[in-house]
């Protein structure tokens, strides 16, 4: 029995009550892609495809369902009405390839959708059209060029589903607020489904969650933390712990919650955990100490941010980090370069002194206005080999994307800068991070920095009194990418060849052996077997034997071997 054959047969409420309804309409005909099984949503999908609602945001945590749901909710209007215009808009193309993908992947598993299929296409704007005059078209906004939404400006439509809203802008919300509005040509109300996860920006999706008019002007929240979603098995729980390098990130990706005006990357607790009571000055006693009896120094990095014009009261900036146990550093050393008229050439200058007298393995440095101060460094190792700048001298873009594993497992591609302060924030969060108690500027500096905005291509952090924490962010990255573990052993670069020890029994020693050690009994030892096999000796007496020995002598003591 075909699904219209066995929907023709039910009583004509039912199939009233199953055709108005998302949820039980994907639960009735929907087989679910990959699996072959009927589609049973979980509780996020069930909250989405049940919720009544004309206007309906939805803060959930990642890998909640709420793609599926929207990929179900697209097909639900187009397959149920005629003439239903539904619009899918995402911040970029790739979003809006997901939630296809989807739709096109229920309509190969749904064997009696595809005959309903009517066009198909997978440029942008993509469209999928159905034989009732139905079609679900999907729109970017090109949130990373800021494109304010411009190609959905003369769209209208029936049902609009709008995903990661977060990393939309006021300009794209400009264009978006007309079609949710509706006009006088359409038979019902524009019926509008917002999802994202919470971002650290004040925009317009925080509002519709968090600010009373909405609420007022009908807007209902579908709010779901991973902590209360009864679908999250425990085994899920903890893969979503370990992927996710630190409490920053949980909050929003995970607890779907906005991060508190007030509090910045890195907490006030989370720093006052990291202060210890040192100076740099000792450090550097340590260090010129170090060269001068040539011992070898513990791993270190050097990090460096350059500012030639002084804006916020800061010049360039140095910091050394020092490895004092696996997975544990310490901030040992951080200098500001006087403004002066040549203070880039100073900084340069201070760079190879300190280079010189910590020893360090690699340096970091920003490149983004140090590409001068990158070459003279270089071209000063290449004449003096010794110091080794040519090699460990590293130039860093902070807008370049870098593939790394950050702690906690799973590799991410991000902006160099957002991978440095993630790195930054779990270190402090692990207590594998030691800072000076007495750098109150410094203190200063890391509470009050904060996340100002965010769009899809990038997080935007305050840049006032920042210098420090990018030299630090520098020296950091430095030792986790570059020394991968300053205790291991090194490896062997020699063979040594030991001769093997001979034995040389004195009297006693065979005397005593006889009495405590009985022969095999295939001799025809009358003595019965005992279990005196390696007692009676010490090492006094037996310190060592050769392999030629080892059938007749017993063993020595293992702690004198």
């Known amino acids: 029995m075909t699904i219209e054959e066995a929907f023709s047969k039910l009583p004509v409420e039912k199939r009233q009550e199953i055709v108005s309804s998302p949820l039980k309409w994907s639960s009735a005909f929907l087989i679910t892609p990959n699996t072959g099984e009927p589609f049973t949503p979980n509780y996020v999908e069930s909250l989405i495809l049940g919720s009544a609602h004309r206007f309906t945001v939805i803060r959930v945590h990642r890998r909640a369902g709420k793609t599926f749901a929207l990929s179900i909710l697209a097909l639900y209007y187009a397959l149920t009405r005629i003439n239903i215009e539904v619009l899918v808009i995402c911040p970029d193309g790739s979003k809006v390839a997901t939630i296809f993908d989807r739709i096109r992947e229920f309509i190969v598993a749904n064997s009696w959708i595809h005959p309903l299929k009517h066009e198909d296409r997978q440029n942008l704007p993509q469209k999928i059209s159905f034989t009732n005059g139905s079609k679900i078209m999907g729109f970017t906004t090109a949130a990373k060029s800021k494109g304010e939404a411009q190609g959905v400006l003369s769209q209208g439509a029936d049902i609009i589903l709008i995903d990661e809203a977060a990393l939309l802008g006021e300009g794209d919300w400009t264009a978006i607020n007309p079609i949710m509005t509706g006009d006088m040509y359409r038979r019902n109300k524009t019926r509008v489904f917002v999802a994202s996860t919470p971002r650290g920006t004040r925009g317009r999706y925080y509002e519709m969650c968090k600010h009373p008019r909405f609420k007022k002007a009908g807007w209902h929240e579908i709010f779901v933390p991973i902590s209360q979603n009864p679908s999250i098995s425990a085994d899920f729980y903890a893969e979503c712990v370990t992927l996710c390098p630190n409490d920053f990130d949980w909050q929003r990706e995970y607890e779907a919650e906005f991060p508190e005006l007030g509090e910045g990357v890195f907490p006030k607790t989370l720093v006052d955990r990291s202060l210890r009571k040192y100076v740099y000055q000792d450090f550097l006693s340590i260090a010129e100490a170090e060269g001068k009896s040539g011992e070898k120094p ?96 590293v130039g860093i873009s902070f807008s370049n994307s870098v593939e790394c594993q950050m702690p906690g497992g799973g590799i991410e591609k991000k902006r160099f800068k957002q991978a440095m302060v993630s790195l930054l924030r779990t270190w402090f969060e692990r207590e594998s991070i030691e800072l000076p108690q007495d750098d109150h500027v410094l203190v200063k500096e890391l509470i009050e920095y904060h996340v100002k905005s965010q769009t899809e291509a990038n997080i935007k952090y305050s840049e006032e009194n920042d210098h420090a924490i990018a030299a630090i962010g520098l020296a950091a990255m430095a030792m986790h990418h570059r020394v991968k573990n300053p205790y291991s052993s090194p490896p062997a670069t020699r063979f040594y060849v030991v001769p093997a020890p001979i034995a040389v029994p004195t009297a006693s020693m065979r005397e005593r052996f006889n009495k405590s050690y009985r022969r095999s009994p295939l001799i025809g030892d009358p003595e019965p077997f005992n279990n005196t096999f390696g007692r009676g000796m010490d090492a006094d007496t037996f310190g060592s034997f050769s392999r030629g020995t080892l059938g007749n002598t017993p063993p020595g003591e293992r702690s004198k071997f």
């Open 298 to 393: 513990p791993s270190r990095t050097i990090g460096v941010d350059w500012d030639k014009y002084n804006k916020d009261g800061h010049g360039s900036t140095i910091a050394i980090i020092e490895a004092i146990d696996p997975g544990r550093y310490r901030l040992i050393y951080k200098e500001e370069i006087v403004q002066s008229k040549f203070t880039l050439s100073n900084a340069v200058r201070r760079v190879i002194e300190l280079n010189d007298i910590f020893q360090p393995e690699w340096i970091y440095l920003d490149k983004g206005f140090g590409e001068m101060q990158l070459e003279e460094l270089q071209k000063f190792g290449k004449s003096f080999p010794k110091t080794g700048l040519f090699r460990k001298v």
